[in-house]
């Protein structure tokens, strides 16, 4: 049985210039030993940082609410304002907004989103130009210049889990100065391993590592709130007063933004009067918003995804089926009448395809949705505002629900989904998880996934992923050499190759199922974790 060739890189190993140890960095082909030779490690004083600028838009109570154009709505905004903008990918940015805030010119800002936007649009529009010194995200997403800035110590970023992101939010705008979470535990979320800003030379600005406390026998660590000078978001329907009414998952962080800024300006699709929305159908209070103006930026698609042509159906389940049709199969056994499940992208989304026709299952998006349906038909039923959370249009079915979210991981970290399939770069033997980073190489953050596995003993966590990487080297390790998404949280592992159950609490695998077609000695060859096999082997 393969072993593992370097030692395991624990939440406790000091980062390198490229956030590895060494012996990763090797593994990984990373950097030459030369370029390595020739480095150093500088680390400066962590710069202070406040969510509040000095000058902030003022609150202003009486008049109306309603200005004529975004450019007059924002004209009192100074540079270096921390600019809290909503929105999911392009689903419910306020772009007509961010188009005035970069027209006025403004610099050295601070944005607060969940990812920054692609090309021209949303974020993106003022990352381009340079306009932004820092940015607080879950996830870079599509945004190459971002990312570009970012590796080369042009802008901050502070990398936050998607889950928290929205409850530091919900806390500022409630009045809370801080919380404790689960998410992110024992891991480089925990440890303040990420360097918030750094170039291929340097760590300029560390990141902080948090307090922990244990409760009821579980650490969990403290997050503090996320306030901001001013909010930017897009509604459907806004009544004068302010009341709005957002559409699908245009929900997600909008009416939590609005909350936890100074002054929250939303841009209408319409504006209507007062008492045009009946009381039981607004979203938000009009004591949120303090301006309105009209929205005249078109909406965008992201990624507008259309279900294949009926004639082609059959090949979603193809009688001979490739690697990971295989997973996806298998993994679709661990989804049962009435369960309420959230799938990852790639391979976890595929299983819904293999559900029997009569079973019902819940499909939870962690933008918004309970009761995810299929993508539309055509290009003409897809909708700007109902997206999943890889950015791709979806539809509901009977009986869905959306709604923003800080309710949504309230669902996710109170362990009410049944299952969570996810995809991984390494699974350990003790059910360790590595799926966002491999250092100096893939690295767009952990998004939604840390609050994903930040309740294992409610949540079955299944991993859903090829048994080995492009380049031959095992999935299932002993120990994870690249950084933690979540500590002990898997309980099954499933691959083109094997089924394996974790034991969380003792550590270690079983065997319980192989591939029809393959032998126990080729499980044994590819796999770099110990397991044992159990008597009652079974074939899927």
Not at 229 to 242: F, I, M, N, S, T
Not at 426 to 452: C, E, H, T, W
Request: hydrophobic fraction near 40%.
């Amino acid at each position: 049985m393969a072993r593992a060739r370097s030692v395991a890189l624990r939440a406790s190993t000091q980062l390198s210039y490229r956030w590895a140890t060494p012996s990763v960095r090797r593994q990984y082909g990373i950097v030459s030993a030369a370029a390595a030779t020739n480095l150093r490690l500088t680390l400066c004083p962590r710069r202070s940082h406040r969510h509040y600028s000095t000058e902030a838009p003022a609150k202003v109570r009486g008049g109306s609410k309603v200005y004529k154009s975004a450019d007059e709505a924002i004209a009192d905004i100074e540079d270096g304002a921390v600019v809290l903008s909503a929105g999911f990918g392009l689903c419910g940015v306020a772009e007509t907004l961010i188009q005035a805030i970069h027209k006025k010119g403004l610099k050295n800002l601070t944005a607060v989103s969940n990812n920054a936007g692609k090309g021209d649009h949303g974020l993106g529009l003022l990352t381009k130009d340079g306009r932004l010194s820092r940015i607080v995200l879950s996830y870079l997403g599509a945004n190459k210049e971002l990312e570009k800035q970012y590796l080369t110590g042009k802008i901050g970023v502070e990398l936050c889990p998607q889950g928290t992101l929205a409850e530091r939010l919900r806390a500022a705008g409630a009045g809370i100065p801080a919380f404790f979470t689960a998410t992110g535990g024992k891991t480089f979320v925990e440890t303040g391993e990420i360097p918030i800003r750094f170039t291929p030379e340097a760590v300029l600005e560390k990141g902080k590592p948090k307090e922990t406390r244990v409760f009821n026998g579980k650490s969990y660590i403290m997050e503090t709130a996320l306030p901001g000078d001013v909010a930017v978001l897009r509604a459907w329907k806004v009544d004068e007063a302010g009341n709005c009414v957002f559409k699908y998952t245009t929900k997600t962080y909008a009416g939590l933004m609005a909350k936890a800024a100074r002054v929250a300006i939303v841009e209408a699709e319409n504006i209507v009067p007062i008492g045009s929305i009946e009381p039981d159908a607004v979203d938000l209070p009009g004591i949120f918003i303090d301006r309105i103006v009209p929205a005249t930026a078109p909406k965008n698609f992201e990624v507008l995804k259309v279900a294949p042509p009926k004639e082609d159906a059959s090949s979603g389940k193809p009688t001979t089926l490739d690697a990971r049709n295989r997973i996806a199969r298998r993994a679709a056994k661990e989804l049962h009448d009435g369960y309420y499940v959230n799938l990852g992208v790639g391979i976890p989304t595929l299983a819904a395809s293999y559900l029997p026709d009569d079973a019902k299952v819940w499909l939870q998006s962690e933008n918004g949705i309970l009761g995810m349906g299929p993508y539309p038909a055509t290009e003409e039923e897809a909708d700007p505002d109902l997206i999943n959370a890889g950015k791709e249009t979806v539809t509901l079915l009977p009986g869905a629900s959306t709604f923003d979210s800080a309710e949504s991981f309230a669902m996710i970290r109170g362990g009410h989904v049944d299952v969570s399939i996810l995809g991984a770069f390494q699974v350990s033997a003790s059910g360790d998880l590595a799926n966002y980073m491999i250092p100096g190489r893939v690295f767009k953050g952990m998004g939604g996934a840390m609050d994903l596995v930040s309740n294992p003993d409610r949540t079955k966590i299944v991993v859903a992923t090829e048994h080995v990487d492009k380049k031959g080297r095992s999935k299932i390790v002993q120990d994870c050499q690249l950084p933690l998404t979540g500590k002990g949280v898997v309980s099954t592992i499933i691959t083109d190759l094997a089924v394996f159950q974790v034991d969380r609490v003792k550590g270690g695998l079983t065997l319980a199922e192989i591939a029809e077609g393959v032998d126990i000695e080729t499980v044994k060859a590819k796999t770099d974790a110990e397991f044992v096999v159990a008597d009652d082997l079974k074939t899927f």
